[in-house]
């Protein structure tokens, strides 16, 4: 197998960062852009964000509607488009060599979406009805206000957040290296207005309902650190949470450690769903096991992510789309590059893997038990 070779780490041409991972035994090429969003945005921007979602792939200035989906499922999958709270992402596939009209596309997305009067009256009126299943929305992508959104509005935060400056894409496969920076080269859009930040969002609310999220905001820990005390607590049967919140506590059929971001930067949490949730009885017995966390809790947490890479499995800890974990697949990899150089985090996940295995039980354990004193309970509807 031809090893990846990450040839640009990052370049910026007119603000936009450019991430480039050639696979030479790779049957496509993988294109996924990351627009960075303020921390503060109002509910009202993000209503119009989660319409733009959902109005994005109806058309461009260069794109119709079928030509987008026919170009986009030369490979058998559609478009991807999805909202976290600190990033838009937009990703798809083309075969191989087919960078030219891969940097074409995700430049007229990013730049030159139509949002026509009739599909934006339509997506508005379906938005309340849209049924968001309770795992991918108890990680969460902030409030969101588009009562009586007008285009205008949606227009206008389109215009000031997919900017040069908040944009990063990787490419990955089989291309020719430069393409991407070329089509972005001459992107110098007018000066963006001051968002107005409006109210801090309510972020920690309780539903009386059954997923619980355990939240500590907790990205100033070193990355390899905080995804490996994720692994601790909750991937698989030897995590925390399987062990104390469903064996000893009965409370859980689905629990997960879970790294994702967050309003403040990446946060650290254990989710999990239950009929009968105690949320402060869990947050305090998982505090308690921490507390005997030993050498083979370390061994254990280390072996797991390190044999899941090995089977091609993924990262299950890592959430940065809501709707689902990090695999190991090129597209989710080019996403993670993309995020990772927008948000100054190691681009390679080999780096990643090879640092947690230099990670200590006293710096696992600090990190796990400063997430039980700080986690604050989220319970989603």
């Known amino acids: 197998m031809i090893a990846s070779i990450l040839l640009a780490a990052q370049v910026k041409v007119a603000a936009v960062r450019i991430v480039e991972i050639i696979e030479p035994a790779a ?31 109806l058309g461009t200035d260069n794109y119709t509607k079928n030509r987008l989906l026919d ?9 991807r488009v999805s909202l976290s709270f600190d990033h838009f992402r937009i990703g798809f596939s083309l075969p191989a060599n087919s960078e030219d ?54 227009r206008q935060v389109y215009q000031r957040l997919f900017r040069p400056e908040n944009v990063t894409v990787a490419v990955g496969g089989v291309f020719t290296s430069g393409a991407f920076l070329r089509k972005f080269a001459d992107w110098a859009p007018a000066p963006a207005r001051a968002i107005n930040p409006g109210k801090p969002q309510e972020l920690y609310k309780s539903h009386p309902v059954n997923t619980v999220a355990l939240w500590a905001d907790l990205g100033d820990v070193p990355y ?33 450690g879970v790294v994702s971001p967050g309003p403040a930067g990446l946060r650290l949490g254990v989710v999990y769903q239950s009929s009968a949730p105690d949320a402060p009885a869990a947050l305090a017995a998982l505090a308690k096991d921490i507390e005997t966390w030993s050498d083979l809790t370390l061994k254990r947490a ?33 996403y993670w590059a993309a995020y990772a150089a927008a948000h100054k985090l190691p681009q390679d996940r080999k780096l990643v893997l090879t640092a947690m295995g230099s990670v200590s039980l006293d710096q696992l354990k600090s990190t796990a038990k400063r997430w039980a004193s700080e986690a604050k309970i989220v319970i989603t509807p």
């Open 302 to 334: 280390q072996a797991t992510i390190k044999a899941l890479d090995a089977l091609g499995m993924g990262y299950s800890s890592v959430y940065l789309d809501p709707a689902g974990p990090l695999t190991s697949s090129l597209p989710d990899r080019c």
């Open 27 to 57: 049957a496509r090429v993988e294109i996924q852009a990351v627009v960075s969003l303020p921390p503060s945005l109002s509910p009202r921007e993000r209503g119009a964000l989660m319409i733009i979602r959902e109005m994005l792939v």
């Open 101 to 154: 009209v891969g940097a074409d596309m995700v430049s007229n997305l990013l730049r030159n979406a139509l949002f026509r009067e009739d599909e934006f009256a339509s997506a508005l009126a379906l938005a309340p009805f849209r049924s968001y299943p309770a795992w991918p929305s108890a990680l969460g992508n902030g409030e969101r206000d588009f009562r009586s959104l007008r285009l205008s509005e949606l």
């Open 224 to 256: 390899p650190q905080l995804e490996l005390t994720a692994i601790a607590l909750g991937l698989g049967k030897d995590g925390a949470a399987f062990r104390v919140v469903r064996n000893q506590l009965g409370q859980s059929y689905r629990q997960e």
């Open 71 to 79: 170009l986009a499922l030369l490979n058998g999958d559609p478009i």
